[in-house]
Nanobody, 128 residues
Framework: QVRLVESGGGLVQAGGSLRLSCAASGLPFSSNAMGWFRQAPGKEREFVAAVPAINWSGARTSYADSVKGRFTISRDNAKNTVYLQMNSLKPEDTAVYYC??????????????????WGQGTQVTVSS
């Protein structure tokens, strides 16, 4: 059975940092693109970052404009884990953060509908 489990969320002050992890099992992790999305209360789930399973021409990752320069996505295929390092956190980053897997290994999509599997989410709260 496919399972994605997020961890690392919590309560931090503005300007602080958190590192989220997503442990995957039951799927060919190395053949899946992986992404992070977030959802605040009353808002639509929005794209944060993604990394493809196959690199090309240096375009191996993608980020939402709101997090560029602050967040970094990475993956460790040997550990079946994808990470999201979040620095310089702002109150507007407060949301439930979700890990997702895309069976198309050639892309790093920002479209939530391209993803096949989702974790349960981890809460990130940034106080002002």
């Amino acid at each position: 059975q496919v399972r994605l489990v997020e961890s690392g969320g919590g309560l931090v002050q503005a300007g602080g940092s958190l590192r989220l992890s997503c442990a995957a099992s039951g799927l060919p992790f190395s053949s899946n693109a992986m992404g992070w999305f977030r959802q605040a209360p009353g808002k639509e789930r929005e794209f944060v970052a993604a990394v493809p399973a196959i690199n090309w021409s240096g375009a191996r990752t993608s980020y939402a404009d709101s997090v560029k320069g602050r967040f970094t996505i990475s993956r460790d295929n040997a550990k079946n884990t994808v990470y999201l390092q979040m620095n310089s956190l702002k109150p507007e980053d407060t949301a439930v953060y979700y890990c997702a897997a895309d069976s198309n290994r050639f892309r790093s999509s920002n479209n939530r509908h391209d993803y096949d599997y989702w974790g349960q989410g981890t809460q990130v709260t940034v106080s002002s």
